[in-house]
Structure formats: C-alpha cells, structure tokens
C-alpha cells in the first residue's frame, strides 16, 4: 500500500537556522501531498500542500515541492523563529473505489531554541 | 474562519466502558473522517462517512466502533466496550468534496481517550 517515510526527529536547531525535513513517499499513481503541522496541545493544522508534480507549496515561509522523480515532498524554511516549534506531519492523499484518505508519516519533532 | 471542533478535549473512562467522541465538522463540508494518534507514534485512517453511509473503514476500526451523525451539524464516534489500548488522542476531520486533487482535510484539536 502507500507510505509515507519522514526523516526520524527530534530535531533541535537555534533560531535563524535553516530547516530541511525530508519525506518520502511509496505510491501507485501521483497523490496529492501535504504538511500538516500539530503545535503543542494543538490539533493538526494544514501547513501547505501540492497537487501534481513540480507544484510547490508555500506557507509562513516553509515551503516543498513535489518531486516525481525522487517521490519526494521535503519541507524547508530559510529562518526558523522559536515559534515553529511543533511537530509536523508529511502526508499523502490515497484516494480509491470513491473514497479518500490521508496516509500520515510518522512525524518530526522540530524544537527552535531562541 | 470555520473550523472543526470536537468534545470533550480530554476523556477518561474505565476499560469497558462506552465513550462518545463529539464532532462538528465545517458547515458546508460533506465529507467527514476519524483518525487517531497513539502516543508517539503515526496518526492512522480510522473511517470515512459520507452521506450516511460508512465509505471506507480501516482494519482498526472493528465491531466495538461506530460513527454516526445524528442530526445536521454532530458527526460522532462511539467505542463500545474501551479497551487499554484504545488509549490515543482521536482527530475528525471534514472536506468539503472528495476525489478531486484539490481536496483538502481540516482537523479538529483532538479528544485524548485515557483508558484506565
């Protein structure tokens, strides 16, 4: 089946750093892909998503593209503030026989020291 | 901005028991989802619900679960007997179509189900 694979955590960084979260994917087809990110006591919030290949999406300055060639969607951001400090989720949308659902990877703590 | 909300935000029950999660997706959204998150580890597909009717259900969601949405705005999943291991934190979710590359979820905060 489909899958998801994001690079394990935690991930400490100072703030200013740059950030790169790799994930990976294993799926028949071109899925759409997504960042969902979960603040701490929070619920899941949509980050950004892509649709098809080479699309890149962008939110609060993070940022992935979709790479068909490497099924990759990795998420970046050039400054990180202590206020991303979250876990975020890669996903991908499976959608077949009429119905849809979103298959998660496992997650990547990222804490931001100031 | 419309959301999803969901109650309680914590629930603790006795192995056994019944528990009712409380769901209301975004108004117009016609498309309605559980997921749950055992800690530590992957948020996983419990079930799909449109239209009254199950969609898709994963190998997780056995006979002790059910959905329902008994009026036009609460959407929700019950446990019949809990079991320790249904301990994990429960997410719905809404869309408002399905089958298009431009759907998208939104997720309530979560019920975190303590089972003691």
């Known amino acids: 089946g489909n899958s998801v694979t994001q690079m394990e955590g935690p991930v400490t960084l100072s703030e200013e750093a740059f950030l790169t979260i790799n994930c990976t994917y294993t799926?028949?087809?071109?899925?759409?892909l997504f960042w969902y990110v979960q603040y701490p006591g929070e619920g899941l919030q949509l980050l950004l998503k892509?649709?098809?290949?080479?699309d890149k999406g962008s939110n609060k300055g993070f940022e992935a593209t979709y790479r068909k060639e490497t099924t990759s969607f990795h998420l970046e951001k050039g400054s990180v503030q202590v206020s991303d400090s979250a876990v975020y989720f890669c996903?991908?949308?499976?959608?077949?026989?009429?119905?849809?659902?979103?298959?998660f990877g496992k997650g990547t703590k990222l804490t931001v020291n100031p | 901005e419309p959301e999803v909300t969901q109650t309680p935000s914590h629930q603790v029950t006795q192995m056994g028991q019944e528990v009712i999660l409380r769901c209301v997706p975004i108004s117009n959204h016609l498309y309605f989802y559980w997921y749950r998150q055992i800690l530590g580890q992957k948020v996983e597909f419990l079930v799909s619900?449109?239209?009254?009717?199950?969609?898709?259900k994963s190998e997780i969601f056995d006979d002790q679960f059910s959905v329902e949405r008994p009026d036009g705005s609460n959407f929700t999943l019950k446990i019949r007997s809990t079991k320790l291991e249904d301990s994990a934190m429960y997410f719905c979710a809404s869309s408002k179509t399905s089958g298009r590359a431009t759907d998208t979820q939104y997720f309530g905060p979560g019920t975190r189900l303590t089972v003691l």
């Open positions: 892509a649709t098809k290949a080479d």
């Open positions: 619900f449109y239209n009254n009717e199950i969609s898709e």
């Open positions: 996903a991908l949308r499976e959608f077949e026989g009429g119905s849809e659902k979103l298959v």
């Open positions: 799926a028949t087809g071109y899925p759409s």
